[in-house]
């Protein structure tokens, strides 16, 4: 049973819980997800099972794709709907174009820092349990790369847009950053991964699918490795 297998996540479910639900289903071993989605997201998360948990660190590169929404004129402290208001502000001043323009300077490679929400870890507690408790503390910007964003409907205070990114990026900080530059503030209504390297959302597993439908979608690692661009010289010495 061992190789990749592409989920499409619902929402309210997280990353944990889609792992756990296919490896009771499947009766496997192990099985590990390729890059975290939010409870509040859907779409492609890609599952490592058995022996590809190995092969993670190979398959688990590439772009990702992404269309989303947001609201402008309120920021939240976790940067979407699900969180709590800090800050309202009028957006009634920004223009479209004024919205296109904004979003076209985060093309290219940046510096994002993460959302305090978030389960990158500080002396090895997940922040967004530091969060929970109150605490704010200072992160360290990382390096990402916005390839491409595209407005796909706009009728403002909502934005609809599609992204292409780097692995590493928040889109809920992306729109957080937006809100800011802008001057009226902003948080993420709606996130829907399309694909994580060659994983497209066409084809995947839902997860209500029985084991045998499961099993018949799981693709072998060697194909993964393939697909995902890694040689056939590391694929044999792993």
């Known amino acids: ?22 490896k009771r289903k499947l009766g496997a071993k192990k099985v590990g997800h390729l890059g975290t989605l939010d409870p509040m997201a859907t779409g492609v998360l890609v599952l ?3 022996g590809a948990t190995k092969c993670a660190r190979l398959l688990d590169g590439g772009k990702k794709e992404y269309e989303a929404s947001l609201v402008l004129g309120a920021e939240t402290d976790t940067y979407d709907s699900e ?4 800050s309202r502000a009028d957006a009634a001043s920004v223009t479209e174009r004024g919205v296109i323009d904004a979003l076209s300077k985060f093309v290219g490679k940046i510096r994002q820092v993460p959302p305090m929400y978030s389960s990158v870890k500080k002396n090895g507690v997940p922040l967004y349990k530091l ?8 992160r360290a910007p990382k390096d990402i790369e916005i390839y491409s964003i595209v407005v796909t409907s706009m009728a403002i205070p909502e934005v609809s847009f599609s ?18 530059a802008l001057g009226c503030g902003a948080h993420m209504t709606r996130l829907r991964r399309t694909a994580s390297g060659p994983c497209g959302i066409e084809g ?3 997860m209500d699918d029985d084991k045998d439908a499961l099993i018949k979608r799981i693709i072998p690692i060697e194909e993964a490795l393939r697909i995902s661009g890694t040689s056939t010289e590391v694929s044999e010495a792993v």
């Open 163 to 180: 992204v292409v990114c780097s692995r590493g990026t928040y889109v809920r900080t992306l729109c957080h950053d937006l809100g800011k």
């Open 83 to 86: 969180g709590k208001v800090t």
């Open 131 to 138: 969060a929970r408790k109150g605490i704010t503390i200072e």
């Open 48 to 50: 490592v099972i058995d």
């Open 204 to 206: 995947a597993a839902e």
């Open 1 to 22: 049973m061992n190789g990749v297998l592409v989920i499409d996540k619902p929402a309210s479910l997280t990353s944990h819980d889609v792992v756990s639900r296919v």
